[in-house]
Every structure is written in structure tokens, then in C-alpha cells.
């Protein structure tokens, strides 16, 4: 008994720190390169973690899924090819003239409104009923989470210089900090709360697309990282995204099909 609960107990602490270990990846991520390649590329768990599980756990993998981890990678490999090269933001000081921004203040009202009518109007009303209330709320929410982080990013780099930036730096961390607390306490109750009403894998599917299409347009509308790309790379990226995403669906929603080539084929020589 004692052995089986260190088992347990094993197993659950190794979850915990490979979760902490990716979490720190994805921020070193969002730090160091632009958030249109890091958001979509974060879908790769999905497939990767399918096949693991096929492997080590023995769960079925149908034809559907396979095909959907090959898009997710092929889709993966467009995303990188025809991304930006470049940061169009480095530094505290161009930080805090993006935050400043009138569209960009100008779209955070507009995001603070609808999350405030959907909260408070709609969820109440609509949302165990409909799996779009609880996705919209989840990735609008992404709007500050993501860019949350990359400003965090920035602005550490400055807090332990010897500066008069410094300070401002401080300030503007514990800031984002606050905004990143409270996005994400308010995302995962209301992902609980999807959860108890809809099927993990089509809210999976749904809430990955909506919400890396809403966290890159608040990045390009905060960090202009779509300025230095051009129509080929735009549609490239746009045409990776489509496929990652198709992957992903194909892993998610498909996961319980019964279906393979072998049946069919046993199935086209009984007809014949």
C-alpha cells in the first residue's frame, strides 16, 4: 500500500514539474521570440502528447489522429519558415509607448466591455447552453495573458540594472504581473466551468482556434509584429495556421471514431 501511494505520488509530483518546466519554456518563449510563431506553435503538445500516449498509455490512435499530427507538424514547419525574423519590440522604453497606444487602449476598452457583458449578461444566461459564451470569455481574456508575459519579459530585463529606469521598470513588472494573475484565475474558472457542460475534446478544438486568433491580434495590434511581413509570408503563416488547426480538430474531435484502413478494406472485399 505505502509503495503504491509513492507511485502515486511520484507520478503526480513528475507531472507537476514537467508542467513547471513548460511553463517556463513557453515564457523564455514568449521572450525571446515573436508571439505570432510561439501562440500557434504551443499546439504541438497536442499532437506529441497523442502520440506519447499511444505508446506509453496504449491509447488508440485512429488514422483521423495520425493524419492530424502530421498536419499539426507540417503546418508547424510553414508557421516557422514564414515568420517574422525580428523582434519589432526589445526594449522597456518601446514597451511602454506600445502599451500607451491609442489603438491599443482603444481595443483593450472594447475587449474590457464585451468580457464585462458576457461575464455578467450572457454566461449567467447562455453559457451552460452554448460552448462559445465560456471560449469567447477564455480567449478574450488571452488578449492580456499573452502579451501580459512578453511585457513581463521586457521589463525584467531592465529591474536589476543600476538605473533610473529601473524603478519604472519595477512598476510596470508588478503591473503586468497583476493583469497576468487575475486573466488567468478568471480563465481557468471559466475553462472548469466548459468543462462540467461540453466534451473536453471539441472544447479543446474550438477554444485553441478562437483563442490564438484573438492573442495574435492583440499582439499585432500591441507589438506590430506583422509590419515587416510580407503578402507571401502572411499568406504562408495564415495557411500554416489553417493546417495546425485543421491537425488539431482531426486529433481532438475525431479521437473516438472507429475507423481504420484495415476495416475498410475487409469491409470493400465483403461487398465485392
Known sequence: MLIH????ASGILMIL???AV????????????????????GALGV????????YLLK???????????????AGSVVLIIHSPKSESVTTQAELEEKLTNPVFVGYLCIVLLMLLLLIFWIAPAHGPTNIMVYISICSLLGSFTVPSTKGIGLAAQDIFHNNPSSQRALCLCLV??????????????????????????????IYYV????????ASAILFREWSNVGLVDFLGMACGFTTVSV???????????????GEMNKSNMKTD
Open 5 to 8: 501511494n509513492f507511485m502515486i
Open 210 to 217: 478562437v483563442f490564438t486568433t484573438l492573442v495574435l491580434l
Open 47 to 54: 499532437p506529441f502528447g497523442s502520440i506519447l500516449a499511444s
Open 247 to 261: 491537425g488539431i480538430v482531426l486529433i481532438q474531435v475525431f479521437k473516438e471514431f472507429n475507423f481504420n484502413i
Open 22 to 41: 513548460g511553463q517556463i519554456g513557453n515564457f523564455l518563449a514568449y521572450t525571446a521570440v515573436p508571439t505570432v510563431l510561439v501562440t500557434p506553435l
Open 17 to 19: 514539474l514537467t508542467v
Open 176 to 205: 503586468l504581473l497583476a493583469v497576468l494573475g487575475c486573466s488567468i484565475i478568471i480563465q481557468f474558472r471559466y475553462i472548469n466551468k466548459a468543462l462540467e457542460c461540453f466534451d473536453s475534446s471539441v472544447f479543446g478544438a
Open 59 to 73: 491509447e488508440k490512435l485512429n488514422i483521423l489522429g495520425k493524419l492530424g499530427c502530421l498536419l499539426s507538424c
